[in-house]
């Protein structure tokens, strides 16, 4: 496919000390939509059809569908290589960020997989030590690299890599990222660049309108950033990651992956509440809305609560947040979740509507 030049949108924000940049970009969607295809009906259910995530499995083929659960443990392979486009000065197309992957020494690139997170940067240390020594020594390092590495960032995947040579790592994801560009996404980015790109516009817009922070929970469907948690603040439009949001937490830098806004679904009411009944559908997180009700509550008190894994619970709040029922809030290193009682009185007058249009002449 001939190669179209790609836009990045930078923009100052009214935040004193903070710089919000909009990126138009395929790669983020390109990361965004391997993430999709691991994900896809397991905890998560993404907008894309369940056809295209069969049919983009098939092409992956067995052997690099077990390399993507290999990399895509918890969020560790979005967030880890999204730290590969904040070193390069202007933008990035999905075959130049293949190239910059398979031109990094494998010792760094492992380093950029575990420990360029902000929340993995106290591993980085004992990871270096595992790439560094031998024996024994070598078996404490990664002990305390397990200890250390956070576990929403999928620690049992972090360590089944740090014990890997790190050779073998780069050629896996070198053949994996390949694969699914050749055999999946480059027929895809022609349909979503379009969107994509009007999308940033919009947003570059909207930004020019709004303070900051009003401009990027706007954008993460109810994200409220602690304003000294990162100077940079980067916000890419991806098609394929609705209804969701992706966030790649660097030290000075945060890149949010929001969901590109659906022409054929915009402002479409009758979406809106069919997204908040699947969203309530589920008993688990009927409960977190009810628990929600009473006060805010930060993750891992919503799984201690509910008797469940941290993962578990960020997933069903990822939930509850797509469908517009909660927001984010950060406090220095925790992330509150408050419920949105505004969007539960829209779902109501929704349903009331129906409720009219039945008692309406003609109604049944």
Same mark, same amino acid.
């Given at each position: 496919? $001939? ?85 390069? =000065? ?95 996404? $480059? ?105 929600? $009700? ?27 947040? =797509? ?23 829209? =779902? ?17």
């Amino acid at each position: 496919m $001939a190669q179209r030049p790609f836009s990045a949108i930078v923009l100052s924000p009214v935040a004193t000390g903070v710089h919000v940049r909009v990126e138009a970009s395929p790669v983020y969607d390109f990361l965004a939509a391997l993430f999709a295809v691991h994900r896809h009906g397991r905890g998560l259910q993404f907008d894309c059809p369940d056809p295209w995530v069969r049919a983009a499995r098939r092409a992956l083929g067995a052997s690099c569908l077990r390399d993507l659960v290999r990399f895509a443990g918890g969020r560790a392979l979005f967030v880890s290589l999204v730290a590969l486009l904040e070193r390069r =000065a202007g933008p990035v197309t999905v075959p130049d960020f293949l190239r910059q992957v398979e031109a990094l020494p494998a010792h760094e690139l492992l380093l950029v997989l575990l420990g360029s997170s902000r929340a993995a940067r106290p591993a980085r240390e004992h990871l270096l030590a595992v790439l560094t020594t031998r024996g024994a020594d070598r078996e404490q390092a990664l002990r305390r690299f397990a200890e250390r590495f956070p576990e929403e960032l999928g620690r049992p995947t972090a360590l089944r890599l740090a014990r890997t040579d790190p050779e073998v790592t780069r050629a896996r994801l070198v053949r994996l990222l390949q694969r699914f560009y050749d055999a999946v996404y $480059a027929a895809e980015e022609g349909r979503v660049w379009p969107l994509i790109l009007r999308d940033a516009e919009d947003k570059r817009r909207r930004l020019g309108q709004v303070p900051a922070e009003t401009f990027v929970e706007e954008a993460t469907g109810g994200w409220v950033a602690d304003p000294a948690t990162a100077p940079e603040v980067v916000v890419a439009p991806s098609w394929y990651v609705r209804p969701y949001l992706l966030v790649a937490d660097h030290v000075g830098t945060r890149t949010y992956v929001v969901p590109v806004a659906d022409p054929s679904r915009a402002e479409d009411p009758g979406e809106r509440l069919l997204r908040v009944a699947r969203a309530l559908a589920d008993e688990t997180r009927l409960r977190i809305v009810r628990m929600l $009700a009473r006060q805010e509550m930060y993750v891992q008190q919503v799984a201690e609560a509910l008797g469940t894994s941290h993962v578990t619970a960020l997933h069903h709040l990822a939930t509850l947040r =797509a469908a517009g029922l909660v927001r984010v809030v950060e406090r220095r290193n925790l992330r509150y979740y408050q419920l949105r009682p505004e969007a539960l009185e829209e =779902a109501a007058r929704g349903l009331e509507s129906l409720k009219t249009a039945a008692k309406a002449p003609g109604g049944r």
